[in-house]
C-alpha cells in the first residue's frame, strides 16, 4: 500500500486534534490512547510523515505524540516528523501575533522537541508570515538548529511566491515544503488560475502564480483542510447548500463506481492536480483516516470530465 500518487503527491497526517480539548491545560491516558490509536490508523494506510504545530491543542498534541513515540521503541524511526512555529497564541492580555524572530524560533523548536521527546524534526515550517520578519534573523536561526542536528529540512505555510522568494535569498538551505489551506471547497488555490483577467480572480484572495513558483522550484505543496471538515463525506453540519448536496453526491457515486470511499475520492480529486499535492488529514477518527486509503489510486482513475465536474458542482457555477 501506497500513500504517494504519480505526480508526487502523499498523504501526511495531521495532529491538530490530538491531545484533548483546546481549553483544557491538562491531558489524560485517554488522550494518549487515542493518539496511539489515530496514529497506527495513519500508519495502516501507508503514512509515514506527521505534521505538528506547537500550538495545536496548546502543546498537547506534541505531548501525547512524544508519550505514544517514549512507549514505541523503534517508532521514531519509522517514521518522519515535521514541526511549525511562529504563532504566539493570546494570553494574558496579549494578543495573539507571530513571531518569527531568531529567539522566538530557537525557544519554540526546543520547546517543541521537549514536548515530543526526540532529538530533531525532519521538517520545520514557518507558520505564518510575520510582517516584522527579518530574513537575516530566520537564517541565524535555522543555521544554528541545523548545525545542532535540530533541524534537517525548512518549509513555510501560507506563504505567496514572492514571501517565499524574499526568505530564500537569506537562507544557506533550500525551502522544501508550503502548507496552504487547499480542498474542492476552498478552492481559490485552483480558481485563480482560471480567473487572470477577470474581477472574480481578484477576489478569490489566492496569490495567482504560488502553485506554479512551488512546482518550478520542486517544494512541496501540503493541504490542510483537505476533507473539508466532511462537508461532502457525512459529518452533520448546518444547512449544507446545493452545491454541497450535488457535490456530496457525485463523491458518493465516483467512490462507488470505483470500489474506494469519498473521503478517498475527495483527497484524490486534489492529488489528481499535476502540481503533486500532498493532502494533510486531520482526522482523530481511525476509521476516518482509514476510510482515506486509496486516494492516491482514486486520482489515478479519476478522469479530466470527473475532476471538472466535482469543481463546477462545488463552485456552484458553470466555468467561466
Same mark, same amino acid.
Given at each position: 500500500?501506497?500513500?504517494?500518487?504519480?505526480?508526487?503527491?502523499?498523504?501526511?497526517?495531521?495532529c491538530?486534534?490530538?491531545?484533548?480539548?483546546?481549553?483544557?491545560?491538562?491531558?489524560?491516558?485517554?488522550?494518549?490512547?487515542?493518539?496511539?490509536a489515530a496514529?497506527?490508523?495513519?500508519?495502516?494506510?501507508?503514512i509515514?510523515?506527521?505534521?505538528?504545530?506547537?500550538?495545536?491543542?496548546?502543546?498537547?498534541?506534541?505531548?501525547?505524540?512524544?508519550?505514544?513515540?517514549?512507549?514505541?521503541?523503534?517508532?521514531?524511526?519509522?517514521?518522519?516528523?515535521?514541526?511549525?512555529?511562529?504563532?504566539?497564541?493570546?494570553?494574558?492580555?496579549?494578543?495573539?501575533?507571530?513571531?518569527?524572530?531568531?529567539?522566538?524560533?530557537?525557544?519554540?523548536?526546543?520547546?517543541?522537541?521537549?514536548?515530543?521527546?526526540?532529538d530533531?524534526?525532519?521538517?520545520?515550517?514557518?507558520?505564518?508570515?510575520?510582517?516584522?520578519?527579518?530574513?537575516?534573523?530566520?537564517?541565524?536561526?535555522?543555521?544554528?538548529?541545523?548545525?545542532?542536528?535540530?533541524?534537517?529540512?525548512?518549509?513555510?505555510?501560507n506563504?505567496?511566491?514572492?514571501?517565499?522568494?524574499?526568505?530564500? &535569498?537569506?537562507?544557506? +538551505? $533550500?525551502?522544501? *515544503?508550503?502548507?496552504?489551506?487547499?480542498?474542492? =471547497?476552498? !478552492?481559490?488555490?485552483?480558481?485563480?488560475?482560471?480567473?487572470?483577467?477577470?474581477?472574480?480572480?481578484?477576489?478569490?484572495?489566492?496569490?495567482?502564480?504560488?502553485?506554479?513558483?512551488?512546482?518550478?522550484?520542486?517544494?512541496?505543496?501540503?493541504?490542510?483542510g483537505?476533507?473539508?471538515?466532511?462537508?461532502?463525506?457525512?459529518?452533520?453540519?448546518?444547512?449544507?447548500?446545493?452545491?454541497?448536496?450535488?457535490?456530496?453526491?457525485?463523491?458518493?457515486?465516483?467512490?462507488? &463506481?470505483?470500489?474506494? +470511499? $469519498?473521503?478517498? *475520492?475527495?483527497?484524490?480529486?486534489?492529488?489528481? =492536480?499535476? !502540481?503533486?499535492?500532498?493532502?494533510?488529514?486531520?482526522?482523530?477518527?481511525?476509521?476516518?483516516?482509514?476510510?482515506?486509503?486509496?486516494?492516491?489510486?482514486?486520482?489515478?482513475?479519476?478522469?479530466?470530465?470527473?475532476?471538472?465536474?466535482?469543481?463546477?458542482?462545488?463552485?456552484?457555477?458553470?466555468?467561466?
Amino acid at each position: 500500500m501506497t500513500a504517494q500518487n504519480n505526480n508526487g503527491g502523499r498523504l501526511i497526517y495531521g495532529c491538530m486534534g490530538l491531545g484533548g480539548d483546546w481549553d483544557s491545560p491538562d491531558y489524560g491516558p485517554g488522550d494518549v490512547d487515542a493518539a496511539a490509536a489515530a496514529i497506527e490508523a495513519a500508519r495502516g494506510i501507508g503514512i509515514t510523515l506527521f505534521d505538528h504545530a506547537d500550538i495545536y491543542t496548546r502543546g498537547k498534541a506534541e505531548s501525547v505524540f512524544g508519550d505514544v513515540l517514549a512507549a514505541s521503541p523503534g517508532l521514531r524511526e519509522q517514521i518522519q516528523l515535521q514541526g511549525k512555529c511562529g504563532i504566539s497564541l493570546a494570553e494574558g492580555g496579549v494578543p495573539g501575533h507571530y513571531n518569527l524572530s531568531r529567539e522566538a524560533i530557537l525557544e519554540r523548536v526546543n520547546a517543541s522537541l521537549q514536548r515530543l521527546r526526540t532529538d530533531y524534526l525532519d521538517i520545520l515550517l514557518l507558520h505564518r508570515p510575520d510582517p516584522l520578519l527579518e530574513p537575516s534573523e530566520v537564517a541565524a536561526a535555522v543555521g544554528q538548529l541545523m548545525a545542532e542536528g535540530k533541524v534537517r529540512a525548512l518549509g513555510v505555510s501560507n506563504m505567496s511566491a514572492a514571501q517565499i522568494d524574499y526568505l530564500q &535569498d537569506a537562507l544557506e +538551505t $533550500p525551502i522544501v *515544503a508550503n502548507q496552504l489551506e487547499m480542498s474542492l =471547497h476552498k !478552492a481559490a488555490w485552483v480558481e485563480s488560475s482560471v480567473l487572470v483577467n477577470r474581477q472574480e480572480g481578484f477576489d478569490a484572495g489566492f496569490p495567482h502564480g504560488t502553485i506554479e513558483h512551488c512546482v518550478r522550484k520542486g517544494i512541496e505543496l501540503q493541504a490542510y483542510g483537505s476533507l473539508a471538515q466532511g462537508r461532502y463525506t457525512g459529518a452533520p453540519y448546518a444547512s449544507p447548500t446545493a452545491a454541497d448536496r450535488e457535490t456530496a453526491g457525485l463523491l458518493a457515486r465516483f467512490a462507488e &463506481d470505483n470500489g474506494t +470511499t $469519498p473521503e478517498a *475520492a475527495l483527497l484524490g480529486w486534489l492529488m489528481k =492536480h499535476p !502540481a503533486g499535492i500532498s493532502p494533510v488529514v486531520g482526522s482523530s477518527r481511525p476509521e476516518r483516516i482509514a476510510a482515506c486509503a486509496g486516494a492516491a489510486e482514486a486520482a489515478t482513475s479519476m478522469s479530466r470530465i470527473e475532476w471538472y465536474s466535482l469543481w463546477t458542482a462545488a463552485r456552484g457555477a458553470a466555468m467561466p
